[in-house]
């Protein structure tokens, strides 16, 4: 099993602390982000782990020579430009085998068991399948009863974008910043550089199918913003992490 982390990020929202290192090595815990997300995928099977990184990428590179973690590890360099979250995983495709993949960006902190997700994705026939919680979000997904991707509502602008036109009983979900990606992807993704993955999830699922997918244990916690740095740090006193 094979994983990609989003670890590529400015970190803007985590000032002061990422002023001199990359958000992936702010510590909860006593921890990097890193280093949580790493153990807990290598825990759930996981084997071969990509990480991307562009801000202070040196501090990454060299942290994960350092730290030998009992995993396959490659990086997935955009030192000269940072490429969003789409543009990140298209260029991590050399890194990547021929098969299903996790994707999860390094500061999200989550009781999502990513071996069964992994494995819900692969017994279905999506493209990708897009972890989602009822959760409070001024950004929400919108499936059909189905749970077939068919749009994206901001709440705060009033920005509705529904690539299959007006779809009835569409329900609002929020993205955990969790999915699992089919190698189809790479073939069928039509933006290029640097894109979001969920502009390109919404332009494939016109002709593809976009998963959700409801985890029984889905607690989702963004380590995004200093304050929710402690909130990180009950949820592993809790879980055990």
Same mark, same amino acid.
Request: proline content about 4%; some cysteine; overall charge negative.
């Given at each position: 099993?094979?994983?990609?982390?989003?670890?590529? =990020? /400015?970190?803007?929202?985590?000032?002061?602390?990422?002023?001199?290192? *990359?958000?992936? %090595?702010?510590?909860?815990?006593?921890?990097?982000?890193?280093?949580?997300?790493?153990?807990?995928?290598? @825990?759930?099977?996981?084997?071969?782990?990509?990480?991307? !990184?562009?801000?202070?990428?040196?501090?990454?590179?060299?942290?994960? #020579?350092?730290?030998?973690?009992?995993?396959?590890? #490659?990086?997935?360099?955009?030192?000269? /430009?940072? /490429?969003?979250?789409?543009?990140?995983?298209?260029?991590?495709?050399?890194?990547?085998?021929? @098969?299903?993949?996790?994707?999860?960006?390094?500061?999200?902190?989550?009781?999502?068991? *990513?071996? &069964?997700?992994?494995?819900?994705?692969?017994?279905?026939?999506?493209?990708?399948?897009?972890?989602?919680?009822?959760?409070?979000?001024?950004?929400?997904?919108?499936?059909?009863?189905?749970?077939?991707?068919?749009?994206?509502?901001?709440?705060?602008?009033? @920005?509705?974008?529904?690539?299959?036109?007006?779809?009835?009983?569409?329900?609002? $979900?929020?993205?955990?910043?969790?999915?699992? !990606?089919?190698? +189809?992807?790479?073939?069928?993704?039509?933006?290029?550089?640097?894109?979001?993955?969920?502009?390109? $999830?919404?332009? %494939?699922?016109? &002709?593809?199918?976009?998963?959700?997918?409801?985890? +029984?244990?889905?607690?989702? /916690?963004?380590?995004?913003?200093?304050?929710?740095?402690?909130?990180?740090?009950?949820?592993?006193? @809790?879980? =055990?992490?």
């Amino acid at each position: 099993m094979q994983s990609l982390i989003l670890a590529a =990020g /400015l970190g803007t929202r985590l000032k002061p602390l990422t002023d001199s290192r *990359p958000k992936a %090595l702010v510590e909860v815990g006593g921890k990097t982000l890193l280093e949580h997300q790493i153990v807990r995928l290598r @825990e759930h099977g996981f084997t071969r782990i990509v990480v991307n !990184v562009h801000h202070f990428a040196q501090q990454v590179k060299d942290f994960l #020579a350092s730290n030998d973690f009992g995993v396959d590890i #490659a990086i997935s360099d955009e030192t000269n /430009l940072l /490429l969003d979250t789409g543009g990140g995983i298209l260029h991590a495709q050399h890194l990547l085998a021929d @098969e299903p993949f996790l994707v999860q960006n390094v500061d999200i902190f989550t009781s999502i068991n *990513p071996r &069964e997700m992994l494995e819900f994705h692969t017994n279905g026939n999506a493209m990708a399948t897009l972890a989602v919680s009822k959760r409070l979000s001024s950004r929400a997904l919108l499936f059909n009863p189905t749970m077939q991707l068919c749009g994206w509502r901001n709440s705060k602008t009033g @920005e509705v974008k529904l690539p299959l036109g007006e779809v009835p009983n569409l329900t609002d $979900y929020a993205f955990s910043g969790v999915h699992v !990606v089919s190698p +189809q992807f790479f073939k069928e993704v039509k933006l290029t550089v640097a894109f979001s993955v969920i502009d390109a $999830y919404l332009q %494939l699922c016109k &002709e593809h199918t976009i998963s959700g997918y409801l985890p +029984q244990n889905g607690f989702v /916690l963004d380590v995004g913003k200093p304050e929710s740095l402690a909130k990180a740090e009950a949820f592993l006193a @809790e879980s =055990g992490g």
